[in-house]
């Protein structure tokens, strides 16, 4: 008993005489209330000799944090310290800085945990979608497991951000992270903290770490770089830190100037047209450097510029072709018009070009992205050039940007005004053109009238063939077209989704109610362009009108546990440079869509439908303030709501808010051709949806609509007409039909079709049928589809006179998917495009094109037999072969002796005289290469 006693006096005296030496340090619970027991102070063994430190053992339960408090402070933090790492596959120390005692993850800047899978990892909030996500581990710098490994952090406050260092000990390796966002956007910080939590039974030692504080100055802020003429022009916002002599600017990651500290601005001047170019900005005070700030990138302006006009002194103007709308697929279509010759004018009522990609939809949706084609795989692949030109390949913005699907909007009117810009031609653009009527020669549309907006002058633009590529189908409606607005009934095109539906949030189950159709339309909302971050994020303010009762359930659901977070709220996607896209969540309380409101727009004139945009600008704005501000929610809910604001750098002209209300549905006409639910869903399982031979482009994206009808209180969690259905679409064929308007009489029946118009944005479908077809890489297509008919058009001298084989084969020239596979090789020719084209011909029950496979003699038959029955050979004669798989020279024989030709002028017209192979076995994609070139040689 004695020897116990006098061990526990001794370890007692050391462990006294080290706290002395600690004594800025405190042990404190979860809670943060005093605690002891965990860290045990020691001297630590290390490679560089013997350290003050701690040894402690990581716990799930119960525990503490090892924390050192100092004044808050804006100036940058800088803590160092050595550590014994890890073994591999254990975790092991957590550390961070904060503002205060780190008892709630709200005030916590910075998380950090040696992970597990050998990284350092900070912890996040949600990964794709923040909306019933958990916390996260997002890894930052890898580490040597086992080792004493030297931890450097340096944090700026100012900007929200901190970049982190390790080095193994005793060696001058060094590996460093990214410039990394503050978790907790604080304003300042003032403590640092270790943490022995996260997992169970390992042993931790680390050295007492040195807090210095202000030794480095702070970071610029705000930098912003804006194209200009032959050059880029950057701005940022001064370093709080007084003693700044000068600023040093980086372009791609290399120091191209320096200004002195009373310069806010620099023009570079050597930069090459249309690239990309990324840029940050540092301070100096003395001999020491701040963080680097954040980084902003711009494209230069495109040379040659497209041509904005307005009204001619003549008060008239003639063109081949004209687009009204300038969405993506109004764009599209005036690119492709221009870029086959035809003059062509892009019409928009507003300043904005790009429709919802340049207006906050930053987060393209698509399940298959072998779907992408033509013109928006020509924009993805342009964004994806500009993250990786502008900042490198690999770097973080470019893996944030996913291949360019996702992208700020000002990155994406930069790329859209580039693609307008490009040769042979580009099209006149006319900004601030309020459609205000047309006139008609009997059925077909002669001539449109404007109304210049800025000028005030009413004046007309002729042409050929219109191209309606509203969001509203304002042109179509004016011209007479039928259309629709609002749900058919259930038996009215036999749709099983069709009249009421009501969708559990809770289950996830669907149940059907009345069957009757009715003219709401699905909710709109605004997609904002969220931040946390410090420097570019604009603090919200009450709305007009804010009325807190209208978001109150909020408060409820918080207390009764079922919101967790502040952004369950808010459904966000990650975009790159630290922005978010906000979208409506379907919780059981009230979200982003203001659901009902909307029940007037799709008829309403432009004075009626911009007070409906200012209720829907009113109504978001008051959600996200509410959720900051309003006293019956918890602090710590507020606080984490207040971490996030408009991001400032977006919508400059428009208070940051964008511009462009997101009209998900409203006219739609009444075409040729009316696509229904069952053009979307599998004809039996694993089978394609139906064909359509006039098909143009593909949708894959599940049949879906946002809400309806408000949530009634008593059943929170149900949500009429609301569903997502990936379970029963199947990608499907849109038929040219759809874009061709009928007419309607003065007797309300329907006529036959209008001439010279095309609508590819309101087109021809049911409900449930444009639940798949309204989104913005399908308006593209349908736009490209629509501007290579309109061309066409003018050859043929009618919108229905258009030879679909014809149509085909130039959409496939441009790229264009006129039939979906999931087999789609990385690079398709020629092969592809046949198994497109004859797949629409019904050539295809699956999905698979399989274009490799050797083919036996009945598949050989059947495809030649398909074949004869398109397009009659002069003297056919059922195939057959000897062999098991029939060789290119017996398919090749037998096509000479049908067409009457010898098999070197077949060879000739099938494009094969170099790759015939006599004797090997016929693969279907040479097969169908054939007979598409054979097509193409028809007389």
């Not at 580009?426 to 009527?437: A, C, N």
């Not at 002209?653 to 051709?673: C, K, M, S, T």
């Amino acid at each position: 008993m004695r020897l116990k006693h006098n061990f526990a006096a001794a370890f007692l005296i050391t462990l006294a005489h080290l706290s002395m030496a600690f004594a800025q340090w405190s042990e404190l619970d979860e809670a943060g209330n005093a605690a002891l027991g965990q860290w045990l102070p020691m001297k630590l063994v290390t490679p560089v000799g013997e350290l003050n430190g701690w040894q402690t053992q990581t716990r799930t339960k119960d525990a503490h944090y090892l924390v050192t408090s100092f004044e808050p402070t804006r100036k940058v933090v800088e803590v160092e310290f050595v550590v014994k790492t890890p073994r591999d596959g254990e975790r092991g120390l957590t550390f961070g800085l904060s503002k205060g005692i780190p008892t709630h993850w709200t005030s916590e800047a910075v998380r950090l945990i040696f992970g597990s899978s050998g990284y350092i990892s900070q912890r996040d909030i949600g990964g794709w979608f923040t909306w019933r996500s958990t916390f996260s581990w997002v890894t930052t710098i890898k580490f040597p497991g086992d080792e004493w490994i030297s931890v450097r952090i340096v944090a700026d406050p100012t900007i929200g951000a901190y970049k982190l260092w390790l080095s193994r000990v005793g060696t001058s390796q060094i590996e460093a992270s990214w410039l990394l966002p503050f978790l907790s956007p604080v304003d300042e910080l003032s403590c640092f903290f270790f943490f022995n939590g996260e997992s169970d039974g390992g042993q931790i030692q680390v050295s007492e770490p040195t807090v210095k504080i202000g030794a480095l100055p702070n970071a610029p802020k705000s930098l912003r770089v804006k194209p200009a003429e032959g050059k880029l022009v950057l701005k940022w916002q001064p370093s709080e830190t007084h003693d700044v002599h000068l600023y040093r600017i980086y372009r791609r990651g290399v120091q191209v100037a320096e200004v002195p500290a009373n310069t806010l601005y620099w023009e570079d001047e050597t930069v090459n047209p249309n690239e990309g170019y990324s840029y940050f900005v540092t301070a100096l005070s003395d001999a020491s450097e701040s963080l680097p700030s954040w980084s902003d990138a711009a494209m230069t302006l495109p040379q040659p510029r497209p041509s904005l006009k307005g009204a001619p002194a003549k008060l008239v103007a003639d063109y081949d072709c004209v687009v009204v709308g300038a969405t993506p697929a109004g764009i599209a279509a005036a690119i492709t018009l221009a870029r086959r010759g035809w003059s062509v004018a892009l019409v928009e009522r507003t300043k904005h070009i790009g429709g919802m990609m340049t207006s906050g939809l930053s987060a393209t949706d698509r399940r298959y992205r072998q779907a992408s084609g033509g013109l928006f795989a020509e924009f993805v692949s342009h964004v994806e050039k500009f993250y990786r030109e502008a900042y490198g390949a690999g770097s973080l913005q470019h893996r944030q940007c996913q291949g360019g699907y996702l992208f700020e909007p000002k990155v994406a009117e930069q790329v859209f005004w580039l693609m307008l810009s490009m040769p042979p031609i580009q099209p006149d653009i006319y900004l601030m053109q309020g459609l205000g009527g047309l006139l008609k020669d009997g059925n077909r549309v002669t001539e449109i009238l404007l109304d210049d907006r800025v000028r005030g002058l009413r004046w007309r633009m002729r042409a050929q063939v219109f191209i309606d590529a509203t969001y509203e189908g304002d042109l179509a409606a004016l011209s007479g077209a039928a259309y629709r607005v609002g749900r058919e009934g259930r038996f009215e095109f036999n749709e099983e989704f069709a009249g009421e539906v009501f969708w559990d949030s809770l289950t996830r189950q669907v149940t059907f109610g009345r069957p009757d159709g009715d003219r709401k339309v699905q909710a709109y909302n605004y997609r904002l362009t969220l931040t946390r971050r410090p420097d570019n994020r604009r603090p919200l303010t009450a709305p007009p009108d804010y009325n807190p009762q209208l978001y109150a359930e909020i408060a409820t659901r918080v207390k009764d546990k079922v919101i967790w977070h502040p952004m369950e709220v808010v459904s966000l996607v990650k975009l790159p440079q630290l922005k978010f896209d906000a979208n409506n969540t379907p919780g059981p309380f009230p979200s982003t869509d203001f659901i009902g409101m909307n029940y007037d727009y799709p008829e309403a004139d432009w004075e009626k439908r911009e007070e409906i945009a200012a209720a829907h600008r009113n109504y978001i704005l008051g959600l996200l303030y509410f959720l900051q501000t309003d006293e019956r929610l918890p602090d710590w809910f507020r606080a984490a709501a207040s971490h996030w604001g408009l991001a400032a750098d977006e919508f400059e002209d428009n208070d940051n808010f964008p511009p462009q209300l997101y009209v998900r549905e409203a006219r739609r006409i009444i075409g040729d051709y009316i696509f229904t639910e069952r053009d979307a869903r599998p004809q039996s399982p694993g089978k394609r949806a139906p064909t359509h031979e006039d098909s143009i482009a593909v949708a894959e994206y599940p049949i879906d609509s946002h809400a309806c009808t408000p949530r009634e209180p008593f059943t929170p969690y149900i949500h009429e007409g609301f569903f997502y259905l990936p379970n029963i679409t199947a990608p499907s064929h849109i038929p040219y039909r759809v874009m061709l308007p009928k007419e309607k009489g003065e007797d309300g029946q329907i006529k036959d079709g209008l001439e010279g118009l095309l609508v590819c944005v309101a087109v021809s479908a049911t409900h449930i049928g444009f639940g798949t077809l309204r989104l913005e890489p399908v308006w593209m297509a349908l736009g490209q589809a629509a501007g290579t008919a309109a061309g066409m058009a003018l050859v043929y001298g009618s919108t229905r006179k258009v030879p679909i084989d014809k149509l085909q084969r130039s959409l496939l020239e441009q790229g264009q998917v006129i039939s979906f596979f999931f087999d789609m090789p990385p690079k398709w020719g020629i092969e592809f495009a046949a198994a497109q084209f004859f797949a629409v011909r019904g050539f295809f029950e699956t999905y698979e094109a399989r274009l490799k496979e050797a083919l036996d003699n009945l598949s050989v038959a059947n495809i030649l037999q398909r074949f004869s029955n398109l397009f009659p050979l002069t003297n056919y004669e059922p195939f057959a072969s000897a062999n098991a798989n029939p060789t290119e020279g017996e398919v090749i024989k037998w096509l000479a002796k049908c067409l009457r030709c010898t098999e070197e002028e077949l060879l000739k017209r099938c494009g094969s005289l170099l790759d015939f192979n006599q004797n090997e076995p016929i693969r279907r994609g040479k097969l169908l290469k054939w007979l598409y070139m054979l097509t193409l040689t028809q007389p």
